[in-house]
């Protein structure tokens, strides 16, 4: 990914995420990232349209909970279920993707958002994405976070 787009992407992401979540983010080198034992989950959703391709936001599973009662005005401790979490971090890659294909593609850039997906992230798949070029490391309230944009090559 050229350095111009991941500034766009940097800028864009940690702009909305922080109106959307109350939380403050910094980019890292992604071999700051340090994989806790844990697991990490991975919201993913393609696009269509001006630009095409896919965005996915990857977390240690212990961040969802304040994403989550931070978008929803909840307490953590009220968030009970795993669908709960799952749909928060969803929606925060709803609302970023929309605006990182604007960033890219212009304001009035049209295109479509498929629903987003969410798993579990095998620990493989986990270093791969901090080797990956595509990939773009992020601190979030001093929590570890990893974003993946894949653009269609055209």
């Known amino acids: 990914m050229s350095e111009d787009r991941q500034q766009a992407l940097a800028s864009t992401f940690l702009h909305i995420v922080e109106k959307l979540t109350f939380m403050f983010g910094e980019p890292v080198a992604l ?5 806790s ?3 990490w989950v991975e919201a993913r959703m393609q696009f269509e349209g001006a630009v095409n391709g896919s965005l996915a936001v990857i977390v240690p599973e212990s961040l969802q909970p304040e ?10 401790a009220d968030l009970t279920t795993p669908d709960m979490l799952a749909d928060a971090l969803r929606e925060m890659l709803n609302v970023v993707c929309g605006h ?20 579990v992230v095998p620990r493989e798949r986990l270093a791969d994405l901090l080797e990956d070029a595509d990939s773009m490391g992020f601190t979030l309230d001093d929590e570890p976070l990893l974003l993946h944009l894949e653009l269609e090559r055209g």
Request: glycine share 6%; no cysteine; aromatic share 2%.
């Open 67 to 76: 994403i989550a009662a931070n978008i929803l005005g909840l307490e953590a």
């Open 37 to 39: 034992p844990e697991p």
């Open 31 to 35: 071999d700051e990232i340090e994989l």
């Open 100 to 119: 990182v294909i604007m960033t890219l593609a212009g304001a009035e850039a049209d295109f479509k958002l498929l629903a987003p997906q969410h798993q």
